[in-house]
Every structure is written in structure tokens, then in C-alpha cells.
């Protein structure tokens, strides 16, 4: 299999193939006819390349379809096995791995790789490392690979390829370094944008063209999908939700200002919060922890909110009735059909949704908020590695 025309940027039936694939990716049925006028490309023309993407290996012949007189045609799909895709979730203390077909379907998901993400050369050759052995190990060549995605928390500008939270060489952009290492195209996002495509194209046909989606972990993020794209923003750092200065608490963020929303909903604010009720005496299945130890990991809270733990599952819907006030004031502004929790946190489950649907019936405007639908994900984790991927087959296709 060839992927030259993955590799042209310029020609003209090079970006008619990329068309076609992009109609597969949106179409189940998709015949000669259709792509034809879909495009505006005349039928000899659209059957040559079709032709070419079948012998490269990246369409199938489905078979006929039935319809109501005349020829049956024959219906084209994406083959599965033409490529694959890494998606890389980066985050505090571990990393995550999804590989999807060149279809987008999810075939392995490899979690919480135990890794110290540190700005220096060694640390990121080692990260790039596992997730090649990872790859491998799952029985995908990494040649197969087409391109890679990898998500990181905080400012990232995918078109420039730069983190600004995460450097390894001043002179070259973070995609830059990972492409040379990885030795595939790669493309580089932030881990909330990652999140909300990845629920946005999980949703397939039913996915609604204004969505929010918001990023719960041990920080607070948001992507946004308006009219069916990623919103960016002028310098690609959209979303940033987390530094909304929407509290008056007093607290210091880890911005440097206070009163972010980022300190009152968030996993760093859960954890404060029970640190602080612990010292005061409060009883709880964690106190012998807390005790033994002198602090308490995030994982832990939110296990014991899963088990029922009363003081937990107090703090957790504290977090949700907070983060219910930013979402009220989105939802006044952006109006969108669907708005999205996902993140760690979402193991609170009815704890956490309840208080946010509550806040938001009781401050947003009814008008507004009448069409607009609030869940917790039906994806969880996997959403921002897959998410990873399915960008990055969007960005070697230049759909």
C-alpha cells in the first residue's frame, strides 16, 4: 500500500481522494453517484480514483445496495486495516494509549502507563519509547502507523505545535520533537479539545453541531464544538474555563490569581476540601489515611465516593453545584444542545450530576437552557486518547 497522496499537499486528485475519504468518515452509503455530486466531479473521473484508492488499500467495495429500479450500486466503505492511529493522553504521573483502525474504531486502549512526565530530553525520548513498545506490544507494527495525536493539560496551540507548559527544547516546537522521535506525522493538542472531539465523533449521526464539553480531572478544562468545529480561538487557547474568575473565595489558582472556577470544581479543589474537613475532625473512611499518611491521593477520594463515603460524596457534590454556576453562565452565552462531563471525576456519577443540573435550572436563563442537554460521559477516560487519534487522522487527511 502506498499513502503518496496522504503525502501531497498541492495536487488536485490528491485532495479529491482526501474528499472522498472525508464523505466515507461522514457516509455509511457512498457510491459512485454520490461522490459525484457531492463534489462536483464527474463520474469517469471520481471511478479512476476510487479505482487507485481500492488497489493502495485504503477503500472496499461493499457490494450492491438495493434500490427501487435500475442497476443496483456498488457502495464504497474505508478499509479498516489501510492504517492506524496513536492517540497519546499525557498527564501528571501517567500516560494513556488508544490505537484506532483507519475507520476511527477504538481496537486497543492501554491505561494509566506509570510515567514522570520532566522537561528534559531523557524523559521525553523515554515517554516516546513506551508508547512504541506499547504499540507493539498490542500487535500493531508501528510502520503501520499513520500518525500520532498527543494531548497534554494547559496551553497548547496545535497549529504551531507549542505547549507552554511542557518544554523540552526551546528551539523546536513540541510536534516537531515527537515527529522526529515517533517518525510519523503527529499532531499535538490540548487534552480538553482532545476530550470534546473524541465525545463530538463518538456520537456519530447523533452528534449534536453546538456541544460543550467539560474537562473534570485534577484541573478544570473545556472544548467547545460550534457548528459542527473546533473553536479555537484567536491564539489557539480556547476553553480555559478553569481560570473563569468567577468565585469569591479567595483562593489562590495555579495561575496566580484568585477566585478562579478552577478552585471551587476541580479535583485539586476535592482534594483541598477534604484535607481541610479531615484536619477539622470530620469522620470519614479516609481519616485512617489521612492520619497515616498525611495526605490522601485523588484516586482514593474518589474511590471512597464510589463506596459511599458520606464526607466524600458532600465534597463531590460541592464540586458539582459550583461548577453548575460556571456551566449556567456557558450555557447563557454559547446556548449550545449538549453539554458534556467528562474527566475523572465523573465516577460521582448521580453526586455530581445532580448538583450540576440543579445550579443550572436555578441560574441560568429558562429560555436558554430549555434545549440544552447535560450528561456525564458515556466514554470516561478513553475519550481524550481517542480523541488524540481521531484528530490526528483528521489532520493527515486535511479534513
Not at 140 to 161: C, D, F, M, T
Not at 171 to 189: A, I, Y
Not at 294 to 304: N, P
Not at 376 to 396: E, H, N, T, V, Y
Amino acid at each position: 500500500m502506498t499513502n503518496s497522496f496522504l503525502n501531497d499537499t498541492t495536487g488536485k486528485n490528491a485532495q479529491i481522494k482526501r474528499d472522498i475519504i472525508r464523505l466515507c468518515i461522514s457516509h455509511n452509503d457512498s457510491s459512485i453517484s454520490f461522490f459525484s455530486k457531492t463534489l462536483g466531479i464527474s463520474v469517469p473521473t471520481i471511478t479512476k480514483l476510487i479505482s487507485d484508492l481500492i488497489s493502495d488499500g485504503f477503500l472496499l467495495d461493499e457490494g450492491k445496495i438495493g434500490t427501487s429500479g435500475g442497476r443496483r450500486p456498488s457502495i464504497y466503505g474505508l478499509n479498516p486495516d489501510a492504517g492506524y492511529f496513536v492517540g497519546i493522553d499525557i498527564a501528571r504521573h501517567h500516560f494513556h494509549v488508544a490505537i484506532t483502525d483507519f475507520r476511527g474504531e477504538l481496537l486497543h486502549y492501554i491505561e494509566d502507563k506509570e510515567f514522570v512526565l520532566e522537561s528534559n530530553s531523557k524523559s521525553f525520548r523515554e515517554i516516546c519509547r513506551m508508547v512504541k513498545d506499547c504499540v507493539v506490544a498490542e500487535g500493531i507494527p508501528w510502520i503501520k502507523v499513520l500518525s500520532a495525536g498527543v494531548s497534554l493539560s494547559g496551553r497548547v496551540n496545535p497549529e504551531q505545535g507549542y505547549s507552554l507548559s511542557y518544554f523540552v527544547n526551546d528551539d523546536l516546537p513540541l510536534k516537531d520533537l515527537f515527529q522526529r522521535e515517533l517518525n510519523v506525522p503527529v499532531s499535538v493538542e490540548n487534552d480538553s479539545r482532545a476530550l470534546t472531539y473524541g465525545e463530538y465523533m463518538s456520537l456519530g449521526n447523533s452528534a449534536d453541531k453546538d456541544m460543550i464539553a467539560i474537562n473534570l480531572s485534577w484541573g478544570l478544562g473545556m472544548g467547545m464544538i460550534l457548528d459542527g468545529q473546533l473553536y479555537y480561538g484567536k491564539s489557539g487557547y480556547s476553553g480555559e474555563i478553569g481560570h473563569f474568575p468567577l468565585l469569591d473565595n479567595d483562593i489562590m489558582c495555579r495561575c496566580g490569581k484568585v477566585g478562579c472556577l478552577e478552585t471551587g470544581a476541580s479535583g485539586s479543589a476535592l482534594h483541598r476540601m477534604i484535607i481541610e474537613k479531615l484536619k477539622e475532625g470530620r469522620r470519614s473512611s479516609l481519616s485512617k489515611l489521612y492520619k497515616e499518611n498525611g495526605d490522601i491521593e485523588l484516586s482514593e477520594i474518589l474511590q471512597a465516593v464510589q463506596d459511599g463515603d458520606v464526607l466524600a460524596i458532600e465534597c463531590i457534590g460541592k464540586i458539582g453545584e459550583t461548577l453548575g454556576r460556571g456551566i449556567s453562565g456557558i450555557i447563557n452565552i454559547f446556548n449550545p444542545g449538549l453539554v458534556i462531563i467528562g474527566g475523572r471525576l465523573i465516577v460521582g456519577k448521580d453526586h455530581l450530576i445532580l448538583p450540576i443540573r440543579t445550579a443550572v435550572n436555578r441560574l441560568s436563563m429558562e429560555r436558554v437552557s430549555a434545549d440544552t442537554k447535560i450528561r456525564l460521559s458515556s466514554i470516561g477516560r478513553r475519550a481524550i486518547a481517542i480523541g488524540d487519534c481521531l484528530l490526528s487522522r483528521k489532520k493527515l487527511l486535511g479534513i
